[in-house]
């Protein structure tokens, strides 16, 4: 992390899990222990968990987001949810791309694209995530494929939008199989979407950039890998659904 340059953020990702009733307890249990930390502190939940999240978390240092937006305002796209439907609710986070949406839901690099610029014209802070799989990795095009998911996600993006875009490395061979990319490998893959960015960018922009990590990151595991240079936080899956723990990882970005 460098705070100097841009800010830690730590971002839960609570998938498929939580009830309205059950995402109020948790959010009363997080508060007073993430109180005062020097990192953004977001939750990105469920649609319909969404109006018992901003409610818990009012008061709070808690920032409450989406887990998907659709690039279209309106229309025939059952299941899918708009901008203007979200900034009603109150949110202001919105992930973009994870890799359980390209694998399970059809995603790709293009409708990325199209859903960030969607969410950056309607002033979401944007939560993109590429990253490489195991094939593609042993295969050595892990830096190749992660700037071109950087570039594509971010073109027609303007260097004031980009003020409002954290990328998320995350591997896919290191999302909920409990293996985590070491210390080294998540900076290094930071890193090349760095790289990405001071491309179309600049390298003076693209240092003020927040590149999280996402991947198993947990309790025991996050402070080697928040003290990487370019790793500024995490996109936390299972351990955000553990009050105690995600204030762990919340603590260790906040050194």
Partial sequence: MNKAKRPAVIAGNWKMNMTPSQTTALINEMKPLVAGADCEVVLCVPYVDIPAAIEAAKGSNIKIGAENIHYKASGAYTGEISADMLKELGVEYVIIGHSERRQYFGETDQTVNLRSL??????????????????????????????????????NVTEEQLKNVI?????????????????????????????????????DVAETVTIQYGGSMNAKNCEGLLSKEHVDGGLIGGASLKAEDFSVIVKAASK
Avoid: H
């Avoid at 195991?134 to 892990?142: K, N, P, S, V, W």
């Avoid at 490395?169 to 960015?197: C, H, L, M």
């Fill in 167 to 203: 990328i998320a490395y995350e591997p896919v061979w290191a999302i909920g199989t409990g293996v985590t990319a070491s210390d080294d490998q998540a900076d290094e893959g930071n890193g090349f979407v760095r790289k990405a960015i001071a491309e179309m960018f600049g390298a």
């Fill in 118 to 155: 969607a969410a950056l014209n309607a002033g979401f802070k944007a939560i993109i995530c590429v990253g490489e799989t195991l094939e593609q990795r042993e295969l050595g095009y892990t830096e190749a494929l992660i700037k071109y998911q950087t570039k594509i996600a971010l073109t």
